[in-house]
């Protein structure tokens, strides 16, 4: 089993800044991919930033210039740091990552942490 834990969510005013955090745990040989996606109610999940564990990222063209992922493959851990949010940022935000496990490569999801981004 692999185990996927996000923090930092909350609530932050338009031009604010939030940091999120993602653990990765459990049993598993390998993570090669981390990354976040959103979700608001009635629209399909949506990429916002990964990071493969050569440090190559990818940006939602939404969100480039404002928010930065990194990782720590020692520890396991990605972070989203998020500038400059805007009120279309408000979302539920899921890490993700690809892990193989057991026999092959999976996906793996946190529960998510809501970010509302509102004055």
């Known amino acids: 089993q692999v185990q996927v834990a996000e923090s930092g969510g909350g609530l932050v005013q338009p031009g604010g800044s939030l940091r999120l955090s993602c653990a990765a745990s459990?049993?598993?040989?390998?993570?090669?991919?981390m990354g976040w996606h959103r979700q608001v109610p009635g629209k399909q999940r949506e990429l916002v930033a990964t990071i493969t564990k050569s440090g190559t990222t990818n940006y939602a063209n939404s969100v480039k210039g404002r928010f930065t992922i990194s990782a720590d493959n020692t520890k396991n851990t990605v972070t989203l740091e998020m500038n400059s949010l805007k009120p279309e940022d408000t979302a539920v935000y899921y890490c993700n990552v690809r892990a193989f496990s057991g026999d092959d490569w999976r996906p793996y999801w946190g529960q998510g942490t809501q970010v509302t981004v509102s004055s």
């Open positions: 459990g049993n598993f040989q390998a993570i090669n991919v």
